[in-house]
């Protein structure tokens, strides 16, 4: 994500999707020295937004400036000699209603059911004026699927990130990644699929 605009990361059930958000936050965030870090973490529903909102409100509570609830937004105190930073929890509905922040860094959650122009016609538009300084970019994270609003321009997309074409990158990652998960239960779950196409890894 440090070295390339847009990355497609397609991760198996429970192999760190929402670490991964959190971790590139702070690795990211803490280069931004010259103005306040943007960051949005997107989910294709409000409910969604809000889990995640919660848990990172939980997570970064020794670091946090302010908050709204209401709003859905964290303002984080300086770390790491930058210049602090802000974050935005977005359900992507009714994205046309998304309008105003300049970010450098997107995070759209759960990409196969996330509609195309969510991405391309609404929050693209909002890195603007940021990644122009290198940092920044997208990050579309989400387990694999056959179906979904959004499986057909993920797929175009990660197929563009395995080429390496016009700045996309790939990466996957299974849940075997997970150490906390057994290889057994991961094979039960396999072994319990009817169709030999699901992808649970």
Same mark, same amino acid.
């Given at each position: 994500?440090?070295?390339?605009?847009?990355? /497609?990361?397609?991760? #198996?059930?429970?192999?760190?999707?929402? +670490?991964?958000?959190?971790? %590139? *936050?702070?690795?990211?965030? !803490?280069?931004?020295?010259?103005?306040?870090?943007?960051?949005?973490?997107?989910?294709?529903?409000?409910?969604?937004?809000?889990?995640?909102?919660?848990?990172?409100?939980?997570?970064?509570?020794?670091?946090?400036?302010?908050?709204?609830?209401?709003?859905?937004?964290?303002?984080?105190?300086?770390?790491?000699?930058?210049?602090?930073?802000?974050?935005?929890?977005?359900?992507?509905?009714?994205?046309?209603?998304?309008?105003?922040?300049?970010?450098?860094?997107? /995070?759209?959650?759960? #990409?196969?059911?996330?509609?195309?122009? +969510?991405?391309?016609?609404? %929050? *693209?538009?909002?890195?603007? !004026?940021?990644?122009?300084?290198?940092?920044?970019?997208?990050?579309?994270?989400?387990?694999?699927?056959?179906?979904?609003?959004?499986?057909?321009?993920?797929?175009?997309?990660?197929?563009?990130?395995?080429?390496?074409?016009?700045?996309?990158?790939?990466?996957?990652?299974?849940?075997?990644?997970?150490?906390?998960?057994?290889?057994?239960?991961?094979?039960?779950?396999?072994?319990?699929?009817?169709?030999?196409?699901?992808?649970?890894?």
């Amino acid at each position: 994500c440090l070295a390339h605009f847009f990355v /497609v990361a397609a991760f #198996g059930r429970s192999a760190g999707k929402s +670490a991964t958000a959190l971790f %590139l *936050l702070m690795a990211e965030g !803490g280069l931004c020295r010259d103005q306040r870090y943007g960051f949005a973490y997107c989910a294709p529903t409000i409910a969604g937004a809000i889990k995640v909102y919660d848990a990172w409100k939980e997570v970064l509570r020794t670091l946090i400036e302010s908050s709204s609830d209401t709003e859905r937004w964290i303002r984080l105190k300086p770390w790491n000699g930058n210049a602090g930073a802000i974050i935005y929890f977005w359900g992507l509905e009714e994205h046309d209603n998304l309008r105003g922040p300049r970010l450098h860094r997107i /995070v759209v959650d759960e #990409g196969k059911d996330t509609e195309e122009a +969510a991405v391309f016609k609404t %929050l *693209l538009g909002m890195l603007l !004026g940021r990644v122009s300084s290198g940092i920044g970019g997208i990050l579309v994270i989400g387990t694999p699927s056959r179906i979904g609003r959004g499986a057909a321009w993920l797929r175009r997309a990660f197929r563009k990130g395995e080429a390496r074409e016009d700045g996309y990158c790939s990466l996957s990652a299974s849940s075997y990644c997970n150490p906390y998960l057994t290889a057994k239960e991961i094979a039960d779950l396999v072994a319990a699929c009817p169709d030999s196409l699901t992808i649970l890894e």
